[in-house]
């Protein structure tokens, strides 16, 4: 089935294929679980049963910072988990989230009256907290932060809405660019990395922005129906009444503007994911930084001036995605991905959006210096009447072989 979405895209049909065969190179993780103790294998079942989209990078990394990576995941999706929760009362949830980071050093503490569909994280806190307690102090200091300060920027949210474009960089800083800041400075602490990554907060802030910004603008359709509002007002109040009036179909042009313009708003963390990326050192890191960045702009991609966002949920093809996984491990594979996606951007510009000026300027980060607007988008591979040939050709070949044996 996923072959079929792809025949338009050989270059994909070739990653697919290739993933079934040998997975993805690079995420191919050495790591065996047999070798674990029980706990440590629970939480590596938690992290699976709990994240799609970050369960293969994390356990691609190498050893030691790997368990701490995963535990601090474990230990934000229980936060966020009780951010989500509509049904627990806000005179339980604020106390709840402002503690948060205490509980990490209550051996015996976790929370059962979740309805949530990650509440497995919270129902078992007590195993992820004393996972948490035999990490590193360095590592354990680095996790305990982050959670206080998301927790306490989450209940600053929780009854108020996003208003202005620096009320929304200020929640995406809490819930997504605080693990960016976390995260590089659990890879200085692991020694893999220099001490520019964990120091340049600014820069790390950046790469959990523009992967929030993303789900939040991919995410309309789902939030707008659980009746969660995360676009800020400041954008859309310049094209309806409400954010809930973008889905009515009446409206579809100025929704579609709105969208543009946070697309566009969301593009100009690329410069400082550029940035980052090119101060990785260590094979395994780059790969986990560089992978979700990938499926972002390819994400955003998609959503750019797409009317499919106000009636459905737009995804990128499996095909596409693991392409992106399989291939994002070099500075100059970024580079040829990021022109790639920019570029086709810059070509669905409509010339009367509002916005068309300041997005011309984003995708031009984007696609840098040395690159040309055109030119990107002619894949290396063979094109599509190759391929049309070579199925021919399959397709034929036993009649020929038939036809050459009975031959004299
Ligand atoms: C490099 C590699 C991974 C990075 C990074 C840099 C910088 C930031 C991030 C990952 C975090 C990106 C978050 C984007 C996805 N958003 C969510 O999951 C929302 O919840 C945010 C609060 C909990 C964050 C949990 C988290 C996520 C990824 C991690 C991690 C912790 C720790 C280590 C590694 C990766 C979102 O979730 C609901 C949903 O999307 O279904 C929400 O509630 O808004
Ligand atoms: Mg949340």
């Given at each position: 089935m996923e072959l079929l979405r792809s025949w338009n895209h050989p270059d994909e049909i070739w990653a697919l294929l290739k993933f079934k065969l040998v997975g993805c190179s690079a995420i191919n993780s050495q790591c065996d679980l047999t070798l674990m103790s029980s706990d440590m294998r629970t939480c590596y079942e938690y992290l699976r049963l709990t994240s799609r989209s970050f369960c293969a990078v994390i356990m691609a990394l190498d050893e030691d910072l790997?368990?701490?990576v995963c535990i601090y995941y474990l230990v934000l999706r229980a936060l966020d988990t009780v951010e989500d929760d509509m049904t627990i009362p806000v005179d339980e949830k604020i106390p709840l989230l402002k503690a948060f980071h205490e509980k990490l050093y209550e051996p015996d503490w976790h929370y059962t009256q979740s309805k949530e569909k990650d509440r497995v994280v919270l129902e078992n806190f007590n195993i992820i907290s004393s996972e948490f307690r035999n990490l590193a102090?360095?590592?354990?200091?680095v996790i305990a932060d982050s959670c206080r300060e998301m927790g306490y920027g989450m209940t600053v949210f929780l009854d108020a809405k996003i208003d202005t474009y620096d009320q929304w960089d200020e929640y995406c800083h809490y819930v997504a660019g605080l693990v960016g800041i976390g995260l590089s400075k659990l890879f200085t602490a692991s020694g893999l990395e220099n001490t520019v990554v964990g120091q340049d907060e600014a820069i790390s802030n950046s790469m959990g922005l523009f992967l929030q910004k993303t789900n939040i603008i991919r995410d309309y359709y789902?939030?707008?129906?659980?009746?969660?509002?995360f676009w800020p007002k400041q954008a859309w109040i310049k094209y309806g009444n409400s954010l809930e009036s973008l889905k009515d179909p009446r409206n579809l042009n100025n929704a579609v503007a709105c969208l543009n313009e946070l697309v566009t708003d969301a593009l100009k963390h690329i410069p400082d994911v550029l940035t980052y990326l090119s101060r990785i050192r260590n094979q395994s890191v780059f790969?986990?930084?560089?992978?979700?960045?990938?499926?972002?702009?390819?994400?955003?991609?998609r959503c750019y001036n797409n009317p499919h966002v106000f009636r459905?949920?737009?995804k990128i093809r499996k095909g596409a995605a693991v392409r992106?996984?399989?291939q994002s491990t070099s500075m100059l594979a970024i580079r040829n991905f990021m022109n790639h996606f920019?570029?086709?951007?810059?070509?669905?510009?409509?010339p009367i959006d509002p916005n068309a000026g300041r997005t011309r300027t984003a995708v031009s980060y984007g696609i840098g210096p040395g690159y040309s607007l055109v030119r990107s988008d002619q894949s290396l591979l063979p094109g599509k009447t190759f391929y049309f040939a070579l199925f021919a050709?399959?397709?034929?070949?036993?009649?020929?072989?038939?036809?050459i044996t009975k031959m004299p």
């Amino acid at each position: 089935m996923e072959l079929l979405r792809s025949w338009n895209h050989p270059d994909e049909i070739w990653a697919l294929l290739k993933f079934k065969l040998v997975g993805c190179s690079a995420i191919n993780s050495q790591c065996d679980l047999t070798l674990m103790s029980s706990d440590m294998r629970t939480c590596y079942e938690y992290l699976r049963l709990t994240s799609r989209s970050f369960c293969a990078v994390i356990m691609a990394l190498d050893e030691d910072l790997r368990y701490a990576v995963c535990i601090y995941y474990l230990v934000l999706r229980a936060l966020d988990t009780v951010e989500d929760d509509m049904t627990i009362p806000v005179d339980e949830k604020i106390p709840l989230l402002k503690a948060f980071h205490e509980k990490l050093y209550e051996p015996d503490w976790h929370y059962t009256q979740s309805k949530e569909k990650d509440r497995v994280v919270l129902e078992n806190f007590n195993i992820i907290s004393s996972e948490f307690r035999n990490l590193a102090p360095v590592f354990q200091s680095v996790i305990a932060d982050s959670c206080r300060e998301m927790g306490y920027g989450m209940t600053v949210f929780l009854d108020a809405k996003i208003d202005t474009y620096d009320q929304w960089d200020e929640y995406c800083h809490y819930v997504a660019g605080l693990v960016g800041i976390g995260l590089s400075k659990l890879f200085t602490a692991s020694g893999l990395e220099n001490t520019v990554v964990g120091q340049d907060e600014a820069i790390s802030n950046s790469m959990g922005l523009f992967l929030q910004k993303t789900n939040i603008i991919r995410d309309y359709y789902e939030d707008i129906l659980q009746k969660r509002l995360f676009w800020p007002k400041q954008a859309w109040i310049k094209y309806g009444n409400s954010l809930e009036s973008l889905k009515d179909p009446r409206n579809l042009n100025n929704a579609v503007a709105c969208l543009n313009e946070l697309v566009t708003d969301a593009l100009k963390h690329i410069p400082d994911v550029l940035t980052y990326l090119s101060r990785i050192r260590n094979q395994s890191v780059f790969n986990f930084c560089a992978i979700p960045q990938m499926m972002a702009i390819a994400t955003l991609e998609r959503c750019y001036n797409n009317p499919h966002v106000f009636r459905k949920n737009v995804k990128i093809r499996k095909g596409a995605a693991v392409r992106l996984m399989d291939q994002s491990t070099s500075m100059l594979a970024i580079r040829n991905f990021m022109n790639h996606f920019c570029t086709k951007i810059y070509n669905r510009i409509p010339p009367i959006d509002p916005n068309a000026g300041r997005t011309r300027t984003a995708v031009s980060y984007g696609i840098g210096p040395g690159y040309s607007l055109v030119r990107s988008d002619q894949s290396l591979l063979p094109g599509k009447t190759f391929y049309f040939a070579l199925f021919a050709a399959l397709l034929i070949a036993p009649w020929i072989r038939r036809a050459i044996t009975k031959m004299p």
